[in-house]
Nanobody, 122 residues
Framework: QLQPVESGGGLVQAGGSLRLTCTSS????????LGWFRQAPGKEREFVAV????????YYADSVKGRFTISRDNTKNTVYLQMDSLKPEDTALYYC???????????????WGKGTLVTVSS
């Protein structure tokens, strides 16, 4: 069972940076697509970024493209989300997810962490 565990959230001013980290407390991330979703108060959960297994291909939501970077270190069983030029609208609970294929859809991911809160002040 894949059990993602997120860390690295916090409070940051607009324009600042944070790096989120996700590891697995269960089986390894091998052969899984790994991604990040987020949910702001009163809004639906939305796709942020995903990275494939093997030769890593990354995909991003338009709202974060050019500001966020997803990466993975398979030797450390870890996936990262580097977030730069943060905006107040990036404030949300960020979830690390694992699935069998690349997708932007919530329903395609079987494994979810509990989330880490990112708050961006203006």
């Amino acid at each position: 069972q894949l059990q993602p565990v997120e860390s690295g959230g916090g409070l940051v001013q607009a324009g600042g940076s944070l790096r989120l980290t996700c590891t697995s407390s269960g089986r390894t991330f091998s052969n899984y697509a790994l991604g990040w979703f987020r949910q702001a108060p009163g809004k639906e959960r939305e796709f942020v970024a995903v990275i494939s297994w093997g030769r890593p291909n990354a995909y991003y939501a338009d709202s974060v493209k050019g500001r966020f970077t997803i990466s993975r270190d398979n030797t450390k069983n870890t996936v990262y989300l580097q977030m730069d030029s943060l905006k107040p609208e990036d404030t949300a609970l960020y979830y690390c997810v694992g699935g069998s294929s690349i997708s932007r859809q919530v329903r395609e991911y079987d494994y979810w962490g509990k989330g880490t809160l990112v708050t961006v002040s203006s």
